[in-house]
């Protein structure tokens, strides 16, 4: 199973922009990288999948080296309602689709 | 379009009771799956389908039971629930075309086990 690794927990202030690095290294040749974001008593969303280099869209960017051992979201100028939880899952079709999710980043953004 | 609907939102039983969490999606998926959460931790994945008629463990399924007799609904059940049962599930479902890890999530389902 491709694991991942991040961060248990950021603090960040207003308007400053936020990278939350996920660690994958037995990553697949097929997976793609997903970032959701989770919060409380909600269930997850999408907020960005791609597979390699960089992805832009209206709510952050994901970017991924070459090796694709690790992945960056990036959320600019953040504000209070980022705070939540973010949690990045690596597609595993080798193993049947079971997607499985690790312990996520908690952010916290303060005024 | 609903999305991912999940039936009931709040449940409380006692210790051996049993019950049925229902998850429906209009989204014509092909992938489902439950997981748990507990508080202060990420989702563990209790059981998947890949397609109407399938089901697969996935990383804590002992005490759970799964049916995918239509492929718009995955039902989790419970036979004896034990208070370690207490959580919130979420059921979630995906494209064929998308099972590149794209999970459309339902809101939850808090059961308490007494």
């Known amino acids: 199973l491709a694991k991942t690794t991040q961060p248990i927990s950021m603090d960040s202030y207003e308007g400053q922009e936020v990278n939350i690095t996920c660690s994958h290294n037995?990553?697949?040749?097929?997976?793609?990288i997903t970032w959701y974001q989770q919060f409380p008593s909600q269930g997850p969303r999408f907020i960005i999948q791609?597979?390699?280099t960089k992805v832009t869209n209206e709510v952050a960017s994901l970017f991924i080296p070459a090796d694709r051992k690790s992945s960056t979201l990036s959320l600019p100028r953040v504000s209070l309602s980022d705070t939540a939880v973010y949690y990045c899952?690596?597609?595993?079709?080798?193993?049947?689709?079971?997607?499985?999710f690790g312990k996520g980043t908690s952010l916290l953004v303060t005024p | 379009n609903a999305g991912v609907t999940q039936t009931p939102k709040f449940r409380v039983l006692k210790t051996g009771q049993s019950m049925t969490l229902l998850c429906a999606q209009d989204?014509?998926?092909?992938?489902m799956y439950w997981y748990r959460q507990d508080p202060g931790m990420g989702l563990r994945l209790i059981h998947y389908?890949?397609?109407?008629?399938?089901?697969a463990k996935g990383e804590v399924p002992d005490g759970y039971n799964v049916s995918r007799l239509k492929k718009q609904n995955f039902l989790l059940g419970l036979e004896s629930a034990a208070p370690s049962q207490t959580s919130v599930y979420f059921c979630?479902?995906?494209?064929?075309?998308?099972?590149?890890?794209?999970?459309?999530f339902g809101e939850g389902s808090r059961l308490t086990v007494l």
């Open positions: 899952l690596v597609g595993n079709s080798n193993s049947g689709y079971a997607l499985n």
């Open positions: 989204m014509n998926h092909e992938y």
């Open positions: 389908s890949v397609g109407e008629g399938t089901t």
């Open positions: 037995n990553i697949a040749t097929n997976d793609y």
């Open positions: 979630a479902s995906s494209s064929l075309w998308l099972n590149t890890g794209e999970l459309f």
């Open positions: 791609g597979y390699k």
